[in-house]
Every structure is written in structure tokens, then in C-alpha cells.
């Protein structure tokens, strides 16, 4: 049974910094992709940030790049999402998902195309 369960969340101001990870968990494929999404209050789920295992090519949404760094640990059991130069608008529930085939990197993947979901973690970032 596949789980994904997120942790890190938390309360910091504009320009602070926290550190979500994801730990997974009876995950048989050889090959997958690992995505950050957020949804926030009124909002859509958006995908933030994506690694895919092997050659680890990543994806960022561009109102996050340059500001969060995604990473899979050595072992590759968990999925580590740095978030820098936090702002008031992102402040959302995070959530980790998984699926079990490389996602592209060229454009946002739709939260469709994921199997497996975490149960979130809240960000929260004041001014």
C-alpha cells in the first residue's frame, strides 16, 4: 500500500523559509514522479515543483522558481521541498503526490495524473 504522508508545514513571515518533505512508503516503481502541489483558500490545485527519479529532472512553476528547490534524498524514500523568500501568497495547503511513470517537465501537470496523494501540510506566510 502506497502512502505518502507530508511534513514541515508551518507559520513564518514574509521572507522566512521552511522545509516540507514528503515520506514515501510502499512505493514499488522503478520509476515515478514526485510532485509539490498547493491549493489555496478559493484557489485551484496547482503543481509548484516536480522530480522525477533516475536523472531527477526537475519542473518549477514560475511563480516559484528560483525561490523553492525540490530533491529527493540519497535512499530516495523522501522528496524535500525547500521553500525560500516566502510571501503572503504562499500561503496554501501543500500537498505531496506521486505517480508511477516520469512526468514531463515542460509544462504544468495536471493533478490528474496522479495516483497517490499525501493528506497535506499547511503553509501559512504573513506580512
Known sequence: QVRLVESGGGSVQAG???????????????????AWFRQGP??????????????SSTYYADSVNGRFTISQ??????????????????????????????CATMDQPPASIFSYWGQGTQVAVSS
Do not use: H, W
Open 16 to 34: 522566512g523559509s521552511l522545509n516540507l518533505s514528503c515520506a514515501a512508503s510502499g512505493f514499488p516503481y522503478s520509476e515515478y514522479c514526485v
Open 73 to 102: 534524498d540519497s535512499a530516495k524514500e523522501s522528496v524535500s521541498l525547500v521553500m525560500n523568500m516566502l510571501q503572503p501568497e504562499d500561503t496554501a495547503m501543500y500537498f505531496c503526490a506521486a505517480r508511477e511513470a516520469p
Open 42 to 55: 478559493g484557489k485551484e490545485r496547482e503543481a509548484v515543483a516536480l522530480i522525477n527519479s533516475g536523472r
